[in-house]
């Protein structure tokens, strides 16, 4: 399987910036997708940003300011965060889906990071 550890996060005043690190390990050559998710409270987690074989896609709502990256070789996906906004205050939490098998056979799998908080406020 794999694990995923995340890292960054904190306070930042509005119209600053964060990065968020989330680092993989075990079954990484299983990996598809890896991606940053958000949950503010008494919302539903939606999506923020994700990174696959077609590239990088964001929510409307970070487009233009969060940038996400893949860094194969250390097997993390990062979010840096630009030009925040009090309502993008959240718990973020690192996504990973894959697959492995065979052509007769495939399996997939979806983990998720523990999440680490991002406070938005002056």
């Known amino acids: 399987q794999v694990q995923l550890v995340e890292s960054g996060g904190g306070l930042v005043q509005p119209g600053g910036s964060l990065s968020l690190s989330c680092a993989a390990s075990g079954r990484t050559s299983t990996i598809d997708v890896m991606g940053w998710y958000r949950q503010a409270p008494g919302k539903e987690r939606e999506w923020v940003a994700i990174?696959?074989?077609?590239?990088?896609d964001y929510a409307e709502s970070v487009k233009g300011r969060f940038t996400i990256s893949r860094d194969y070789a250390k097997n993390t996906v990062n979010l840096q965060m630009t030009s925040l906004k009090p309502e993008d205050t959240a718990a973020y939490y690192c996504?990973?889906?894959?697959?492995?098998?065979?052509?007769?056979?495939?399996?997939?799998?979806?983990?998720w990071g523990q999440g680490t908080q991002v406070t938005v406020s002056s």
């Open positions: 990174f696959s074989s077609s590239g990088a």
């Open positions: 996504n990973v889906r894959g697959s492995y098998g065979t052509v007769e056979r495939v399996y997939k799998y979806e983990v």
